[in-house]
């Protein structure tokens, strides 16, 4: 097994299990502050014990359970224009900017039509629209919700030349407590659509995100940041896309980001086929 599926998986049978109507109730978050981190499995194991620990003041945090299972499999498949405008703008930090995507939940077979934007105090504030099964995810009815989405947010038209430009697949365990969710990806797997080129994350690294309402660090950031570990600015979008072509690393792309792709995706600078 996979250092940081295993990980994964013992942080989440660890902790007490919280049905989904509890999630959403608890920390839905759609409009949220997010950071995201590079966990080593071994610092991720130590800060997902202190977080489920039944004597943490105010309470365990939880695991999401839905029909006796702690962790799923997820799959996202990310629309841009030909001229990858949402990938450019978020590598610019562009104050009006979007991420569009199909979502589908394997285990249950549900899908998400949803639009990430970014709100005026930086926050993410995300839209959704559940997806008929066999219903195209850029059919009339999730365009026209993308339109009404971007011209109430920012007043633009919405981009007709919307194009599938990712794959992303991987495992998650949901971890909340009041006010908080923590998103806890491992086997992040990358795909090229129009190449058929893929890149695998590193075994040794859980991808951890923090959800709060608030700006302020949260208890996981800051246990995180006690380890020596600090937000990294990884999206599986932008640095996906950018494993898969190199080419596009260029420019602005700060060396952050760009040592932060090398972090996740230490074989995407092997020859194209690989992985």
């Known amino acids: ?14 902790a007490r299990p919280v049905p989904l109507a509890d999630v959403q109730a608890r920390a839905g978050l ?3 502050f997010d950071r995201s981190y590079l966990v080593p499995v071994e610092v991720f194991a130590a800060v997902a014990a202190d977080l489920t620990d039944r ?23 990310h629309y841009d224009t030909p001229d990858l405008r949402s990938f450019h703008d978020h590598r610019e930090d562009g104050r009006q900017r979007w991420t569009i995507r199909e979502r589908l939940y394997a285990d ?68 909340v407590a009041h006010g ?11 795909r090229d659509p129009a190449t058929g080129r893929t890149v695998r994350a590193d075994g040794g690294l859980v991808l951890v995100g ?11 950031d800051r246990l995180l940041h006690g380890h020596g570990v600090r937000p990294a600015g990884f999206t599986k979008y932008g640095g996906g896309l950018s494993a ?7 420019g602005r792309w700060g060396p952050e980001a760009r040592q932060a792709v090398r972090t996740v995706f230490p074989a995407a600078g092997r020859a194209p086929g690989a992985g």
């Not at 097994?1 to 660890?14: E, G, K, N, Q």
């Not at 990430?116 to 839209?127: A, I, M, S, W």
């Not at 923090?210 to 700006?215: E, Y």
């Open 55 to 77: 004597r943490r003041p105010g309470g365990p945090f939880a695991a999401l359970c839905i029909n006796g299972r702690r962790w799923f499999p997820y799959r996202s498949v």
């Open 108 to 175: 249950t077979g549900e899908r998400q039509f949803e639009v990430k934007l970014r709100g005026r105090r930086g926050e993410t504030v995300k839209h959704r629209q559940p997806l008929p099964p066999g219903a195209p995810a850029l059919g009339a009815a999730p365009r026209g919700f993308l339109a009404a989405v971007l011209d109430r947010a920012y007043g633009i038209t919405a981009p007709a030349d919307l194009g599938h430009h990712l794959e992303t697949d991987y495992l998650r365990a949901t971890f």
């Open 244 to 250: 898969l072509r190199p080419d596009l690393a260029a």
């Open 210 to 220: 923090t959800r709060s309402a608030g700006r302020h660090p949260t208890e996981a």
């Open 180 to 190: 908080q969710r923590i998103t806890c990806d491992a086997a992040l797997l990358c």
């Open 30 to 32: 759609l409009t949220r």
């Open 1 to 14: 097994m996979i250092p940081a599926v295993r990980a994964l998986a013992r942080a989440a049978m660890a």
